[in-house]
Nanobody, 124 residues
Framework: QLQASGEGLVQAGGSLRLSCAASGRTGSRLAVGWFRQNPGKEREFVASISRSGTNIHYADFVKGRSTISRDNAKNIVYLQMSSLKSEDTAVYYC???????????????????WGKGTQVTVSS
């Protein structure tokens, strides 16, 4: 249902855009978000966006450095990351659940759909 892409190796201070494509007929009914995880660490919330894109929420550690957006005509959600730091290195996952409009999430509770992770590596 969800296909994440955009993995890459960038230098600190650089930018990268991740994409999450939803297949099937539920794409426009999904609130979508991004999480990240490093080996041995808890998965952490990065950002989420409501069905229409009206509501957005960011984790404090990416606020001001990342922008989540969506193209509902294409059923794709983007995470544009800039001013990347070495601590942003992680496997990034997109996740979603069917919601009413305006709903977003800040945890992985109840998220039905998950994409495979995509590796982001930031070199210092």
């Amino acid at each position: 249902q969800l296909q994440a892409s955009g993995e890459g190796l960038v230098q600190a201070g650089g930018s990268l855009r991740l994409s999450c494509a939803a297949s099937g007929r539920t794409g426009s009914r999904l609130a979508v978000g991004w999480f990240r995880q490093n080996p041995g660490k808890e998965r952490e919330f990065v950002a989420s966006i409501s069905r229409s894109g009206t509501n957005i929420h960011y984790a404090d550690f990416v606020k001001g450095r990342s922008t989540i957006s969506r193209d509902n005509a294409k059923n794709i959600v983007y995470l544009q990351m800039s001013s990347l730091k070495s601590e942003d290195t992680a496997v990034y996952y997109c996740a979603a659940r069917i919601t009413s409009d305006y709903t977003i999430f800040t945890s992985d509770y109840g998220l039905r759909y998950w994409g495979k992770g995509t590796q982001v590596t930031v070199s210092s």
